[in-house]
């Protein structure tokens, strides 16, 4: 058995010294909303590291909806889910087919497109938002859940045609060249050869545009006002504004709000990292 190097040794422990205060760091603030919605009332502000009586009675109290605030919990929590899927999914039709065009066709103009779709990062989105409500407006889309699905897209595309085009870039032509000669037509090549290859990344891009969207305030703020089509984190922003906030209530949700997001990286962490290429060119 092969002992570790002084220079492995070191490495690891550089590692250690940068990754444990990082983790450290990410989990207190995850933590402190654990204890919160598991305390009563009364103790929330305690400052202990753990309540003295323990309770789930305030994840009772959202899932019944038993507060004014929560009256419209599970239609929210839909129109949330509903809204991210549909974000996910039209991010990843249109970032794959012109990453498809752009990439494996060599479409005429497609370097433009790339630099285009570079450039809208330029201008920050919360700079977008005074003009996007009124592209909504002039089309008759406010308090229409579609204009947050249309806008929370027109912000994750660019980006995701950027990545998903510098994935197949690194594809092999040969297997475009193999699957032509055997006869196979465009969409074929697209649906049977394209997008097996390129699932890593599909699954990546649909993760960043789905959390996107789920996690977005300012333009669901903006864009929807109805209690019954806003999105949860909108819903969230009214315990503020109440002169005695429900604290306890207010990191409870946020708690459940927070689950989706992580069984999401659970189910699909397997894809999150190498690729399928290896091998795949026939000699």
Do not use: C
């Not at 089309?139 to 980006?159: C, E, F, K």
């Not at 074929?188 to 545009?209: C, D, E, K």
Request: hydrophobic fraction near 55%.
């Amino acid at each position: 058995m092969r002992l570790p190097s002084l220079r492995e040794v070191g490495t690891e422990a550089r590692l250690l010294l940068i990754g444990i205060p990082v983790f450290i760091w990410t989990m207190v603030p995850i933590y402190h909303m654990f204890v919160f919605a598991i305390s009563p009332k009364q103790d929330a502000f305690s400052g202990k590291l753990w309540p003295d009586h323990p309770t789930l009675h305030n994840f009772e109290i959202v899932f019944r909806q038993q507060h004014y605030f929560l009256r419209d919990f599970w239609v929210q929590f839909g129109n949330s889910a509903l809204i991210a899927a549909a974000v996910g999914a039209l991010t990843l039709l249109i970032a794959t087919a012109a990453a498809f065009s752009i990439s494996r066709l060599r479409a005429p103009g497609g370097r433009v497109v790339m630099n285009l779709a570079l450039f809208t990062y330029f201008i920050p989105a919360a700079f977008l938002a005074v003009p996007m409500y009124r592209t909504m407006a002039t089309y008759g889309l406010l308090d229409n859940r579609w204009s947050l699905v249309l806008a929370m897209v027109t912000i994750a595309s660019p980006y995701a045609i950027w990545v998903l085009k510098q994935a197949s870039d690194r594809l092999p032509v040969e297997l475009d060249e193999a699957a032509v000669m055997d006869g196979a037509t465009t969409l074929q090549l697209f649906r049977l050869v394209y997008i097996p290859l390129m699932m890593p990344s599909l699954v990546a891009i649909g993760t960043y545009a789905v959390l996107l969207a789920w996690n977005e305030y300012l333009y669901a703020f903006l864009l929807l006002s109805n209690d019954q089509d806003i999105t949860l984190p909108v819903a969230l922003g009214n315990f503020l504004a109440a002169d005695d906030s429900p604290w306890e209530l207010l990191m409870t949700t946020g708690f459940i709000y927070a689950l989706p997001p992580a069984a999401i990286y659970y189910v699909f962490r397997r894809y999150m990292v190498g690729g399928l290429t290896a091998g795949a060119v026939k000699s």
